[in-house]
């Protein structure tokens, strides 16, 4: 009898289910928004299936706006902002959070900043009240500073230097696409410009970027809005706001010239490549279709790209692609739209291009059929839907949207952008943006390949075979 109820509430259950993913296929996140008269932008979204929550604080800079001559700055004021205030010391702030079975990180990008944790509820006064006495003001010394300096050369070794490609896909190839320095440079950092940093300019830094009326804070998970706005207040309400420093005009037209260079690699196995196209700009009619373009050329092994290249001519290894650092919505400034690779060394750069050249002209030519397209968008929602999952990269992608277009509610919009995408829009911005005047191309290979081989000596007269 207990065994014949369940299965009928499972089957009601399952019909009511059935019923409301009939009605809609589209998850609408709650997102109420509020900016404080200190000029912070806060965003709740209220989700009361865990006891939990997710924050997110987003500051509008990053490595586009640190200082010139001070490559990698923003990054390295990242690592400061864990180093502890005058009211909590180094640690305080990962203990205060992990013990209480939370996790923290930070992440520095082109055009923002952001830090978040996750956490029970219960630890929500005590994330906030972190949070904001790091905005306040930090302990700016010198044994600090030159610890994290060396943190981030550290890294650098490893991620970049030391490291097969290191961020040639990023890092090098930036440097030849853009014109503009804050486009351009190495955001990552020289040594130099890293060593050359000074107390001044930490404090400066924060005085100019850390300020409430420069930043957005996301609390996603079990709490309403008017108690989030009400801890936002208590919190952070008192922080005054500060000048900010206007930025500079950032925007580059699409190349007119494709742009080509050859790297040699001293810990590389295998030749790879890495072509990068100029995208649209944010908010741009043509950022859907191209968000969508790329998953149709290189998202999976199912895309046009790995199909054509390393299963179907065989001279590709792998396939991947990239948003510069963050993903096709989460750019503010000029972006480029890269697909890195490695090649089989009986192949070349020139064979990858012609093949990738070849599946772009058939989607400029004939479009995407229905199935494809199906199939990709199905992806990619499903994709978007289930980052959102979280409330940690709940929180963070709200604090993203609000800061970078302005509005959180972009997060319901986008499922809608990315449906309404036709063939005819990705032939066209395959048709404007994959084009090879617009392409930039770096051919990294094995310095053994680029270096002559050794010239064979016999007898005495050390003369090469054949020489005279």
């Known amino acids: 009898m207990r065994m014949r109820k369940f299965s009928a509430l499972l089957a009601a259950a399952t019909l009511s289910l059935s019923t409301q ?6 998850w609408d996140l709650p997102v109420n928004v509020k900016k404080l008269s200190n000029g912070l932008t806060v965003v709740v979204t209220e ?73 029970p509820v219960s630890a929500l006064d005590a994330i906030l009240w972190l949070e904001a006495d790091r905005m306040k003001t930090l302990d700016f010394n010198e044994k600090s500073l030159k610890n994290q300096q060396d943190v981030v050369k550290e890294e650098i070794r490893v991620n970049v230097k030391n490291k097969p490609y290191g961020g040639f896909m990023w890092i090098d190839i930036n440097q030849q696409a853009f014109k503009k320095w804050e486009n351009n440079h190495d955001g990552y950092g020289s040594f130099e410009d890293l060593e050359g940093a000074s107390l001044t300019d930490v404090r400066n830094f924060h005085r100019d970027y850390y300020g409430p009326n420069n930043a957005v804070l996301a609390i996603a998970g079990d709490v309403t809005p008017e108690q989030g706005f009400a801890l936002a207040q208590k919190y952070f309400g008192a922080i005054p706001k500060r000048a900010v420093p206007k930025g500079g005009d950032f925007t580059e037209a699409l190349n007119t010239e494709e742009k080509r260079t050859v790297q040699g690699d001293a810990l590389a196995q295998v030749p790879a490549i890495a072509a990068g196209w100029k995208v649209p700009a944010r908010g741009s009619r ?111 992608t709200l604090a ?69």
């Not at 993913?21 to 589209?26: E, L, P």
């Not at 096709?328 to 089989?344: A, N, R, S």
């Open 286 to 396: 043509d950022q859907a279709p191209m968000a969508v373009l790329g998953e149709v050329l290189a998202g999976g092994d199912a895309s046009l790209f790995y199909q054509g290249l390393v299963k179907g001519r065989e001279i590709a290894l792998n396939v991947s692609s990239f948003w510069g650092l963050t993903g096709p919505w989460e750019y503010d400034g000029p972006t480029l739209f890269t697909i890195f690779g490695l090649y089989k060394p009986n192949s070349s750069a020139d064979a990858m291009l012609a093949a990738m050249d070849e599946e772009i002209a058939k989607i400029v030519k004939d479009g995407v059929d229905d199935a494809t397209l199906k199939r990709v968008k199905t992806s990619m929602l499903a994709d978007w839907n289930n980052q959102l999952e979280s409330y940690i990269n709940r929180a963070d």
């Open 47 to 119: 989700d009361h299936s865990s006891p939990t929550v997710g924050v997110s604080v987003v500051y509008h800079v990053g490595m586009r706006l640190e200082p010139k001559n001070r490559t990698g700055f923003a990054h390295l004021f990242e690592h400061l902002m864990f180093q502890g205030t005058p009211k909590a010391p180094k640690g305080v702030f990962d203990k205060a959070i992990t013990a209480g079975g939370g996790r923290n990180n930070g992440s520095t990008r082109a055009d923002f900043t952001n830090y978040i944790e996750t956490a």
């Open 400 to 468: 993203k949207l609000q800061t970078l277009w302005g509005d959180a509610k972009v997060v319901n919009k986008i499922p809608g952008w990315i449906e309404g995408v036709t063939s005819a829009d990705l032939q066209r911005v395959a048709a404007t943006y994959l084009t090879k005047a617009n392409r930039t191309v770096i051919d990294r290979k094995p310095q053994a390949m680029l270096t002559p081989p050794a010239a064979h000596f016999h007898g005495d007269d050390e003369q090469p075979h054949g020489g005279q």
């Open 21 to 26: 993913a009939a009605g809609t296929d589209r």
